[in-house]
């Protein structure tokens, strides 16, 4: 991975909280400062991807990305005590897509003064006005490469010192791009979700996304009226992300 960048900045995000904990110990010594009480830094990597495609319109056959997004977003970055959140966006080629938004630091350098929890809420805010954007512009991209999204983001967050990186995946997860239609696979069995899985990681590789949480939401939407298709489809995405790539599902979020 690449990231010198990132990784020059998320440093000195890291050494302005740092400073901030040792605030309260300095108030206490000096009569000189007004004080406020600080905040338990937020350290947690996040990452958010968008689904563009046209199943996520908010139409009768759609499962209304916007919609979701907007019910999950500001959630999930606060139970998930998000220090940063990186975005990737789900478009028809979503590893070279122009719609990825740039990091949000939602825990700012602070003085002493500052109200944390106002400044941290202000922080989501322009995270969820980032995520839309992208939604935004993923619409103009149409198509449903959840793959490479995943691999997108995998790279953008990586593992840092902050603990383990927390995914928000909005989408219904169908995977429909110029070179794989997920709905022409054959998902009925472990062993024939093996060979498909076996047929992307063998074109695409595997996301790396190993160690990570990743939530998804409007999982299988597309299937709501066929219950079994629907429980295929989400223990082939399970069995890839799980049992091939190493990361861990956790669909509290899913709606």
Not at 61 to 67: I, K, T, V
Not at 77 to 98: E, M, Y
Not at 158 to 187: C, H, M, W, Y
């Amino acid at each position: 991975m690449h990231h010198s960048a990132r990784t020059g900045h998320r440093s000195t995000v890291r050494a302005a909280r740092r400073f901030a904990v040792v605030v309260p110990l300095a108030c206490a010594l000096t009569a000189l400062v007004s004080c406020t009480k600080q905040e338990e830094a937020l350290t947690t990597p996040c990452g958010v991807v968008v689904d563009g495609s046209g199943s996520a319109a908010a139409v009768e056959q759609g499962f209304d990305s916007e919609a979701k997004l907007k019910d999950s977003l500001i959630e999930f970055l606060t139970d998930q005590k998000c220090g940063t959140v990186d975005f990737a966006p789900i478009t028809r080629s979503s590893r070279n897509s122009s719609c990825r938004q740039g990091q949000v630091d939602l825990d700012p350098p602070h003085d002493a003064n500052t109200d944390q929890k106002v400044q941290r809420a202000n922080a989501r805010q322009e995270a969820a006005g980032a995520a839309l954007a992208e939604l935004k512009c993923a619409r103009t991209q149409n198509g449903s490469d959840v793959w490479g999204a995943l691999a997108r983001i995998g790279e953008a967050v990586g593992n840092d010192d902050g603990g383990t990186p927390k995914l928000l995946v909005v989408s219904d997860f169908a995977q429909t791009d110029p070179e794989f239609r997920i709905s022409q696979q054959n998902l009925g069995t472990e062993a024939s979700r093996a060979k498909v899985i076996d047929s992307l990681v063998k074109n695409r590789g595997l996301p790396g996304v190993e160690g990570m949480d990743v939530f998804p939401v409007g999982l299988g939407m597309q299937y709501k009226a066929k219950p079994s298709r629907a429980d295929d489809f989400e223990a082939f995405w399970v069995q890839a992300l799980e049992g091939r790539a190493k990361a861990h599902v956790d669909t509290r979020y899913k709606r």
